[in-house]
Nanobody, 118 residues
Framework: QVQLVESGGGLVQPGGSLRLSCAASGSISRIDVMGWYRQAPEKQRELVATITSGGTTNYADSVKGRFTISRDNAKNTVYLQMNSLNAEDTAVYYC????????????WGQGTQVTVSS
């Protein structure tokens, strides 16, 4: 079992920056990929960024060049640095983790609200 807790969301002005954190606990040694997803009102959840245990990253085209995903293995934490934010980035952001042991499982955090508005 893996538990994920997101933090760092809030209100930010257009063009501003925000950093989200996701702390993992439980069977953390079994996690091979972590990522960030977001869901805007009346829209489907979409991939934002992922990072593997080896450090390989992947980004959605809409955030490429503006967002950066990173990890701190010592703290069992992943981050999402968001720069040049605009109103279209407003959404609930969710942390995700994939474990691969005998079976493959996915875990989600509770989400953190990001609102970009002047």
């Amino acid at each position: 079992q893996v538990q994920l807790v997101e933090s760092g969301g809030g209100l930010v002005q257009p063009g501003g920056s925000l950093r989200l954190s996701c702390a993992a606990s439980g069977s953390i040694s079994r996690i091979d990929v972590m990522g960030w997803y977001r869901q805007a009102p009346e829209k489907q959840r979409e991939l934002v960024a992922t990072i593997t245990s080896g450090g390989t990253t992947n980004y959605a085209d809409s955030v490429k060049g503006r967002f950066t995903i990173s990890r701190d293995n010592a703290k069992n934490t992943v981050y999402l640095q968001m720069n040049s934010l605009n109103a279209e980035d407003t959404a609930v952001y969710y942390c995700n983790a994939r474990t691969r042991y005998y079976t493959t499982n996915y875990y989600w955090g509770q989400g953190t609200q990001v609102t970009v508005s002047s």
